[in-house]
């Protein structure tokens, strides 16, 4: 189904904030609406998307590539971004990311064989003082955990196991 | 007059165009500053900061506003940082310091960086020798690398970008010259960054992949070795290879190349063209040439041309000598009126002695071509000191029945540019062109309306200051009649003039020279075919047989039929004597471009077999029929050119051989500032002169 078909309200909403001539603004939240549910963009979406905003897919492809909030291939359900930046990696992101890795059972930027939990390192997410810290990104949109113990988090993906499956 | 700005570049006195950016400034006095992302054809980014320089300006006191003085002088103040060369204007007083410890230091350590995530594998890539990343290395690089080895990055080294392009992502420095290229210069931004930091990646997700007409341009301003074409890659080393300049000769727009040729064991010893090169002419192609220019001269090597002449005999073509060849021809033509239909496809100098033979002999010259117009051109051309690259706000253009994009690419690159300038382009066309979103207005229409739709477009179009109008592929004799009645008064005017975009390199060199259109309403096959009967033919560089089945037929009622060809045509088998023709590649001449440019080509491998010259074997066989042509050089015969065409006057191949300083400076030693273009040092060419004949109603008897 295409994204006209699947979200037409929330498009004509997106497109209704900016200006007639300058349709490819639109470019970022129509990401966001292609990555509800799936969690990914496709090259289905990506093609519409360029056609909505008139812009060439190359440049779609170019901004999925450069923010990590947009992916474009399947992964984990859960994808949980641990900053390992430098504020965080003082107060201990490394270990906290081998640790939980290993537990686990995967390795950064892996995801497990249930396909539920993907875990990545990523770059300052601007909660520098609460580190260990992550954000996961799910269906439900993206939410940030801080000051996590390695127990926490895998309580947490536990919780989560039940509601997502 | 644009206001200068006086500056001090490592003690050197600079006085340049205020808004000059550092890095121009100092290439003006000869100094380098390193660069990779900049580019003197794009506006800067500033991404990749090799550019690094100590700036210092006069300090102002506050409380005056006026210079503080030291010593009586000025008082500079240096920033705190350095700053980029690229992305900073120049200002008055400015003091500018390209190779002090600090700036060295820095540009020192960029390439460290760089070079953190290269794979340093010269040895088997093409760009080594040519190669900018080599080269700053070498002049400004530190010898060895503080980062470990094993934490060098690595990615995929071959990857095909489309048919024509390969990209080594590993060599890739970032610098984003060929995503900018296809997005600001050839207006098709199929090329992206994906990812970032070390990570970032050329992709593309056109469909067909990276198909753009000017792809191969990204390969010449590739500062690494990431992108290469298909055609060249792992072809041979830079070093290796000669230089010849030449002329593209596959549309009218006349782009100067540059030949890369080698001797070759893979060849049987021979010297083979190795790849073909931009070479800078600003007022032709600047420093691109489009894919064909770059790729489709292969034909010129294709095995099956013809080496020796061939005499029918007995109803059968055989080998024969030169003199008997050509006794056999002269025979042929001897008293008799000879028909001569030659294509654009030859130089000034071969249309010009066929044309002596056929006028000596009392027969016609006709051009193998099927656009009306001609003659207009010659008269409501556009002549000396026009320049695509001087049109902006105020000029208009108009662009007739004509796809600039596919049928002369570099005059679209040139036209897209001056319509971004403000000129106001208008396009006329029954189908949609990729000019067309860069038009101020469109007029959709079928053939037999465009004339008409022209003549509605006139008050509009001739308000404006300089009008250049392009007439092409789909014009009939009305539409190119009414663009010429635009130009009506604008006659020798610079920027102002028609131009056919002709199926050929030369056309427009023909109908200088006086040829005459097959048919001059239609151009069909019918006018030639009903033309050949019972005479004898003389075709060059022309094909008709092989191109209409009927015409193969009307060629067998001809009296006799002599031939000059590069390949054993259909056309050639159906002849009485066939001469093998050079290829432009390996004689010199001279074609005349659309923009009315006349311009050298010269030797770039030697001859094949026994082929000669085109207009060597008109002046044989001119000589055999006891006629006087000069046929010794190409240069003699561009003199009793000169002196014949009232258009060429003054124009010798001396003259065609200048050059004058252009910008930007490239081809140099300074490889990563303009890319792998050549510089020009065999002559831009000249314009010719709108013919002098008194002006009178050479279009059709309208009130104008
Ligand atoms: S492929 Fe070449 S031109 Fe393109 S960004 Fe990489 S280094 Fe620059
Ligand atoms: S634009 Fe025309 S002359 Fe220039 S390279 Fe292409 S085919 Fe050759
Ligand atoms: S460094 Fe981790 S959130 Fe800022
Ligand atoms: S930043 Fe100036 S050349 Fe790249």
Known sequence: MSLAEEYPEQIQKIFAKYPPDRKQSAVMPLLHLAQLGKGFVDRHDLVEIADLCGITETDVAEIVGFYTLYHDKPEGKLRIQVCTDIACALRGADEFLAQLCERLGIRPGETTPDGLVMVEAVMCLAACDKAPMFQVQGPDGISYHENMTVEKTLEFIETARKEVK | ?704
């Not at chain 2, 060929?178 to 960054?193: H, K, M, N, T, W």
């Not at chain 2, 003659?375 to 105020?394: C, F, H, Q």
Request: include cysteine; proline fraction near 5%.
């Open chain 2, 1 to 704: 007059m644009t206001k200068t700005v006086t500056l001090t570049i490592d003690d050197q006195q600079v006085t340049v165009p205020e808004g000059t950016l550092i890095v121009n400034a100092a290439k003006m006095v000869g100094i380098d500053i390193p660069v990779f992302c900049y580019h003197p054809k794009m506006e800067p980014v500033g991404m990749c900061r090799q550019c690094l320089v100590e700036v210092g300006r006069p300090a102002i006191d506050r409380a005056t506003g006026q210079p503080v003085l030291e010593d009586g002088k000025p008082k500079i103040q240096f920033g705190p940082k350095l700053e980029t060369a690229c992305t900073t204007p120049v200002s008055e007083g400015m003091v500018v310091l390209t190779h002090s410890e600090k700036a060295r230091a820095a540009q020192k350590e960029i390439l460290e960086f760089l070079l953190t995530s290269h794979p340093l594998d010269c040895p088997v890539c093409d760009k080594g020798g040519e190669c900018p990343l080599q080269n700053l290395t070498l002049a400004y690089g530190p010898a060895e690398s503080r980062f470990l080895y094993s934490e060098k990055h690595h990615a995929e080294k071959h990857v095909p970008l489309g048919d024509k392009i390969w990209l080594d992502r590993e060599r890739c420095i970032q610098c984003g010259r060929c995503i900018r290229f296809q997005e600001i210069i050839a207006g098709d931004p199929v090329l992206s960054f994906y990812q970032r930091g070390r990570d970032t990646d050329i992709i593309t997700h056109s469909d067909p992949p990276f198909d753009s007409i000017f792809s191969g341009n990204t390969t010449d301003i590739c500062p690494v070795g990431a992108l290469t074409t298909a055609d060249f890659r792992f072809g041979a080393r830079p070093w290796e290879m000669k230089a010849a300049a030449s002329i593209c000769s596959l549309c009218p727009v006349g782009c100067n190349l540059t030949f890369n040729t080698r001797r070759e064991a893979k060849a049987g010893g021979k010297v083979v063209i190795k790849r073909a090169m931009p070479r800078q002419n600003e007022q032709v192609n600047e420093i691109w040439i489009c894919d064909r220019g770059r790729f489709n001269w292969h034909y010129v090597e294709d095995p099956s041309r013809l080496t020796h002449p061939l005499v029918k005999k007995d109803g059968k073509l055989e080998k024969a000598s030169w003199s008997a060849a050509i006794e056999a021809a002269g025979n042929q033509v001897k008293g008799n009126q000879v028909l001569v239909v030659a294509s654009g496809r030859l130089s000034n100098e071969d249309l010009f002695n066929l044309k002596q033979l056929a006028d000596g002999l009392g027969g016609e010259a006709l051009l193998y071509d099927s656009l009306p117009g001609g003659e207009l051109t010659t008269r409501y051309g556009v002549s000396a000191g026009t320049n695509l690259g001087d049109l902006g706000a105020g000029s208009a253009i108009l662009v007739a029945a004509a796809d600039l994009y596919h049928e002369a690419p570099i005059w679209y690159l040139r036209v897209k540019a001056a319509a971004e300038r403000g000129a106001n382009l208008v396009i006329v066309n029954p189908e949609a062109t990729r000019l067309d979103k860069y038009a101020k207005k469109l007029v959709r229409c079928g053939k037999d309306e465009a004339a008409a739709k022209v003549r509605e477009l006139a008050a509009e179009l001739t308000a404006a200051e300089n009008l250049v109008v392009f007439f092409g592929r789909t014009a009939d004799r009305n539409l190119a009649e009414d663009c010429a009645a635009l130009l009506q008064g604008r006659e020798g005017r610079a920027n102002n003039g028609l131009i056919g975009v002709w199926p050929r390199a030369n056309d427009q060199g023909a109908w200088e020279l006086g040829y005459k259109p097959v048919d001059p309403s239609t151009g069909s096959g019918q006018a030639l075919a009903q033309a050949v009967k019972g005479k004898v033919v003389y075709l060059a560089a022309a094909d008709p047989a092989g191109d209409d089945p009927q015409l193969a037929e009307a060629l067998k009622g001809a009296k006799a039929v002599i031939v000059q060809e590069l390949f054993p045509t259909k056309t050639a088998s159906l002849a009485d004597v066939v001469f093998p023709a050079q290829a432009f590649t390996e004689r010199d001449g001279s074609y005349t471009s659309g923009e009315r440019r006349v311009q050298r080509f010269y030797p770039a491998t030697p001859p094949l077999g026994e082929s000669r010259a085109d207009f060597a074997i008109a002046a044989a066989v001119a000589a055999a029929a006891g006629l006087e042509v000069e046929g010794r050089s190409a240069l003699l015969v561009m003199d009793k050119l000169a002196a014949a065409v009232p258009a060429f006057v003054g124009i010798s191949y001396r003259k065609l051989a200048e050059v004058t300083e252009q910008w930007p400076i490239v081809g140099r030693g300074d490889l990563y500032y303009g890319g792998t273009t050549y510089e020009n040092r065999q002559g831009l060419g000249v314009q010719l002169n709108v013919s002098t004949f008194k002006r009178s109603n050479v279009v059709r008897g309208r009130a104008l």
